[in-house]
């Protein structure tokens, strides 16, 4: 039976016929009217606690149920029918035939606009009694423990496969992937469990645990981090959902600072804080500075962990820009130094690419 995804926030309504099953397989139409003490439960996936639903019966024996949506979050549900059928009791369990999904493009029951009442979804149950001959069965306790382990590890099963159907993933991010060397910087990390809420969801750092929830699909931690030029950390998002792991991982990596700007001189560009770029891996890009005096040229300086453009591969206006490099030494930490053939006064504004 395919399973109904309704969008969160909508209630509906359930249309059930039944179906009787005899032991030795002879199938009938079922009357919900011969049934007594007749209750219909929803039961989140795993969760093994009935809830209750409102429920009526047709003159023509069908049932009707009605779905509160304050009632149901996200997740997958089994939907079960508990009676008596004279002295018998009977009881049919749909596995996983109901999901509640975040948005109209998982739903599969229309319409599908959010808060929208009264869904008509009809659906047709098996109900397994005994023949009237053989006055019921006897099940071995132990063979009906291993039946119910077994099916619920089907069960989880079902859920892990239908939570990958749906696009189920770990997602991370930082604030930044790239923070000046030995120097304490703030990295926010944010973790999600995707298309699915997870039972827990976990921000790791090697086997150290960062921070942990339950029952969230976005979980968020700020890490204050220092490290060693070339140096880096990685954070790890993990979503356990149904018994399975879901990891996505990403890192932070350090570097010296690079230095832009036009001057006098490449240690009067590094003394000026506003030609320090933000923290980079590479030194390729575009950049723009404006001449502070006559006879300035621009100045790119590259520590030696972060990667160098060409001295061949400055363009400005479209037109390749004559550079030279040279290695220099300012405040103990050795460049990479390229600095423009061409000099500039006052006041005149430039912007390049160095590839």
């Known amino acids: ?57 047709t003159d023509d024996g069908a049932l009707l149920v009605d779905f509160k949506a304050d009632k149901l979050p996200l997740g997958n549900y089994d939907i079960e029918i508990v009676a008596k059928y004279g002295d018998i009791d009977v009881r049919s369990c749909e596995a996983l035939i109901l999901a509640i999904v975040y948005d109209n493009d ?16 009809d ?4 109900i397994i009694t005994a023949n009237a001959e053989g006055g019921g069965t006897v099940i071995d306790p132990e063979l009906a423990n291993k039946v119910e382990e077994h099916e619920a590890e089907i069960t989880t099963l ?19 992937s790239t923070i000046y060397a030995s120097t304490a910087t703030n990295v926010k990390v944010t973790a ?9 969801l ?14 969230v699909a976005r979980l968020e931690h700020a890490d204050t981090v220092t490290l060693a030029s070339k140096a ?28 832009a700007g036009m001057g006098a001189s490449a240690s009067a560009v590094a003394g000026v804080a506003s030609n320090k770029m933000s923290p980079r891996t590479s030194a390729r ?48 930490l050795t460049y990479t130094v390229f600095a423009s053939e061409g000099v500039y006064n006052k006041g005149v504004s430039i912007t390049l690419t160095a590839n």
């Open 1 to 57: 039976m395919e399973q109904i995804r309704i969008v969160e926030g909508n209630d509906f309504r359930l249309l059930v016929t039944l179906t009787q099953v005899q032991a030795d397989g002879t199938r009938a139409p079922l009357s919900a009217l011969a049934l007594t003490g007749l209750r219909v439960n929803v039961i989140r996936s795993m969760s093994h606690r009935p809830l209750p639903m409102a429920h009526e019966v």
């Open 106 to 121: 998982m739903a599969n029951i229309s319409p599908t606009v959010e808060g929208s009442k009264a869904y008509d979804v």
């Open 123 to 126: 659906m047709t149950f098996t």
């Open 158 to 176: 079902q859920n892990q496969v239908l939570a990958l159907s749906l696009g189920a993933s770990a997602g991370i991010t930082l604030s930044t």
């Open 192 to 200: 999600t469990a995707v298309n699915i809420i997870a039972d827990k």
């Open 202 to 215: 976990s921000i790791k750092s090697g086997s150290s645990v960062l921070a942990s929830a339950d029952n």
């Open 232 to 259: 880096s950390k990685q954070y790890d998002a993990v979503v356990a959902y149904k018994g399975m792991e879901l990891i996505k991982s990403t890192s932070v990596s350090a570097r010296y600072p690079v230095y």
């Open 285 to 332: 890009g575009t950049y723009s500075a404006t001449a502070p005096a006559d006879g300035s040229r621009f100045y790119l300086l590259v520590p030696q962990d972060v990667t160098a453009p060409s001295v061949g591969g400055f363009v400005s206006g479209g037109a390749p820009a004559a550079f030279s490099q040279s290695t220099e030494t300012i405040n103990g």
